[in-house]
């Protein structure tokens, strides 16, 4: 099964509104990332919070990691229409692996 | 933009066809990944390298096969095509080194393949 959830699936909103996604997990982690993904391209980096962090910011994106609900959320104000990609949650888990799993994405769409 | 490349970017072909899907990168990472995506769905790991002569399949089973004979180079080989390997195909590469938490991994625009 996937070591990350990613919910809502999909999400609509105004140009200027904030739109939150949140994703889980199930195992221990070093960090969480997050990754962007335009229609039919490849995963650009976001923002990296390592374990030992409850929040980050990145210009206007906000991440917290709870690692006690083993959830984190990824927060955009004032979203644009260029924001309108998908969205993905990736964990490492335990062990250095030097691999990646990802979440199911969220599929945010900003209406200009 | 990452330095990492895929070609093609698009393929259409038929079954039963040998292909190759080509990636690389020129950042020098040792890490190199590939991802087959279904659209609007999750990434999955079908194989992995730590280096050059190292190859690991994934966590998804893939009748692909891959090789590293240098750094830059990570290419993906179908040896017959079929409708079910229709799919999005992403490379990935990173600078992870072994006993240091998983880092930023950089993903090329990937290949979309269609098996008709």
């Known amino acids: 099964s996937q070591q990350g959830e990613e919910d809502p699936q999909a999400l609509s909103i105004q140009e200027g509104e904030n739109a939150t996604m949140n994703c889980s997990y199930k195992t221990s982690i070093n960090n969480l990332q997050w990754y962007r993904q335009n229609s039919g391209r490849g995963l650009v980096h976001l923002i990296l919070?390592?374990?030992?962090?409850r929040e980050k910011h990145s210009g206007r994106l906000r991440v917290t990691l709870d690692t006690s609900k083993k959830s984190s959320s990824l927060l955009i104000t004032a979203s644009r229409a260029a924001d309108t990609a998908s969205y993905f949650c990736a964990t490492e888990g335990s062990g250095n692996t030097g691999k990646l799993i990802f979440g199911q994405g969220t599929t945010l769409q900003v209406k200009p | 933009e990452a330095d990492i490349y895929q070609t093609p970017r698009y393929l259409v072909i038929g079954t039963g066809k040998k292909i190759t899907l080509e990636c690389s990168q020129t950042m020098g990472h040792d890490k190199m990944y590939w991802y087959q995506q279904d659209p609007g769905m999750e990434l999955h790991l079908i194989h992995y390298s730590y280096g050059v002569n190292s190859t690991e399949k994934g966590d998804l089973s893939s009748e692909s096969t891959v090789s590293r004979i240098r750094t830059e180079h990570f290419p993906l080989t179908l040896e017959s095509a079929r409708p079910s390997h229709t799919s999005q195909y992403l490379c990935?590469?990173?600078?992870?080194?072994?006993?240091?938490?998983?880092?930023?991994?950089?993903f090329g625009p990937g290949t979309r393949l269609t098996v008709t």
């Open positions: 919070i390592r374990s030992n962090e």
């Open positions: 990935a590469s990173s600078d992870w080194t072994s006993g240091s938490a998983m880092g930023e991994q950089y």
